[in-house]
Structures are given as structure tokens and as C-alpha cells.
T-cell receptor, first 113, second 116 residues
Framework: DTGVSQDPRHKITKRGQNVTFRCDPISEHNRLYWYRQTLGQGPEFLTY????????KSRLLSDRFSAERPKGSFSTLEIQRTEQGDSAMYLC???????????FGPGTRLTVT | AQTVTQSQPEMSVQEAETVTLSCTYDTSESNYYLFWYKQPPSRQMILVIR??????QNATENRFSVNFQKAAKSFSLKISDSQLGDTAMYFCAFIASGAGSYQLTFGKGTKLSVIP
């Protein structure tokens, strides 16, 4: 068990570009979550998958954001036409079906210039 | 909607002393879970302790313990024998399990500094 991993750890992009982040959950966990954390704030929920099904989406997840978990294993989060307000830490977490505690990855820090 | 409030943006404690971080929450749900997470500088979020709302007994994990007051909707974290490695942001978080939701709602955090 190597924990939740995320790639890349840092991403700098220009406004208007598309970016994609990857999350690999703990292998036996069937639930996967995406959160966004801005400086000085707690993480805010974006979306959640159970296996390959996307079951919850926050109103924060605008049309420019899309997340997938095609085979119920890793997940990707894509942001299209990035804006400066998208600059944040994007956190991924996973949990098992039996327990509510979520385990977080190291995050991807996005900077939009 | 659930809300979590951490009223202490920053705190400090002397090494080996005890410190208590405050958290209050608001919910209409009767079934829920509460958590404290630790986020060291430039490092990932770590689960410190959890409490199920239906359990009256306060959770304890080594030097970390909680004071869960369900009627007051209060969930404070006590750190005993503070160590330099406890320096971090601490977030209180909530899941309304009774509502079938799995999203964590976080407070804004308390920055704890342990002073040698």
C-alpha cells in the first residue's frame, strides 16, 4: 500500500490552456474524491466517484471542469480554458466502501499565469 | 447545509505542553462523522482522529484526544505533550453519513506552532 498518489505535483500554465491531473487511489479503495484548496482555506469538495460512477458533483465544478474514472481505478481531472481563479491546490482522496475516513494524496498545485 | 467553524486562526504552544483546538459545526443530521486532519507545511493532509456521532465515548489516538459535545455541536482536539512535529494546519471536518453523502466539509483551519 503506497498511499494516494497524484501527478503532476506542480503545474504552471497560461490562461486559456487546458490541463489534466491524475490521481491513483489506494488500491483496495473503491471511492475517490477530488477537492480544491486555496491559500488559507480548508479543502472544498468538487466531486466523488464510487468505482467508475460519478455520484456527486459540487456547484463549484463548472462546465470547464470534467472528471473521469474510466475503469474504477485511477481518475483524471481536466480543466479547460483555465482562468487565474483556478489557481489552487487540487487534492485527491480515497476511501474504502466500509469506512468514512478519507486518505489524501500530496496534491497538484496549479498556477495559472 | 453543513458548516464547520474553527474560531482560532492561529495558536502556539510550548513543546511538551497541552493545547486544545476548537471546532463547532452545524447540521440537522443525526448520523454523521467528525474528523481532525493535520496538514504540515508543504506536506499532505493526514488523518489524526475520527469520531462517530452515535458514540458517546470520546475518541483517543495516542497524544491526541477529542472532547465531543453533541448537544453543543462542539468537537475540540486536545494535543498532549506537544512535539515540534505537531506544527501544522489542523482542519476539523464533517461527513453527514445519514444523508448518504460522502463529501467532507472542512473548517478554515487552525495554524498551530509548537515552540521549542
Amino acid at each position: 500500500d503506497t498511499g494516494v498518489s497524484q501527478d503532476p505535483r506542480h503545474k504552471i500554465t497560461k490562461r486559456g490552456q487546458n490541463v489534466t491531473f491524475r490521481c491513483d487511489p489506494i488500491s483496495e479503495h473503491n471511492r475517490l474524491y477530488w477537492y480544491r484548496q486555496t491559500l488559507g482555506q480548508g479543502p472544498e469538495f468538487l466531486t466523488y466517484f464510487q468505482n467508475e460512477a460519478q455520484l456527486e458533483k459540487s456547484r463549484l465544478l463548472s462546465d470547464r471542469f470534467s472528471a473521469e474514472r474510466p475503469k474504477g481505478s485511477f481518475s483524471t481531472l481536466e480543466i479547460q480554458r483555465t482562468e487565474q481563479g483556478d489557481s489552487a491546490m487540487y487534492l485527491c482522496a480515497s476511501s474504502s466502501a466500509k469506512l468514512y475516513e478519507q486518505y489524501f494524496g500530496p496534491g497538484t498545485r496549479l498556477t495559472v499565469t | 447545509a453543513q458548516t464547520v467553524t474553527q474560531s482560532q486562526p492561529e495558536m502556539s504552544v510550548q513543546e511538551a505542553e497541552t493545547v486544545t483546538l476548537s471546532c463547532t459545526y452545524d447540521t440537522s443530521e443525526s448520523n454523521y462523522y467528525l474528523f481532525w486532519y493535520k496538514q504540515p507545511p508543504s506536506r499532505q493532509m493526514i488523518l489524526v482522529i475520527r469520531q462517530e456521532a452515535y458514540k458517546q465515548q470520546n475518541a483517543t489516538e495516542n497524544r491526541f484526544s477529542v472532547n465531543f459535545q453533541k448537544a453543543a455541536k462542539s468537537f475540540s482536539l486536545k494535543i498532549s505533550d506537544s512535539q515540534l512535529g505537531d506544527t501544522a494546519m489542523y482542519f476539523c471536518a464533517f461527513i453527514a453519513s445519514g444523508a448518504g453523502s460522502y463529501q467532507l466539509t472542512f473548517g478554515k483551519g487552525t495554524k498551530l506552532s509548537v515552540i521549542p
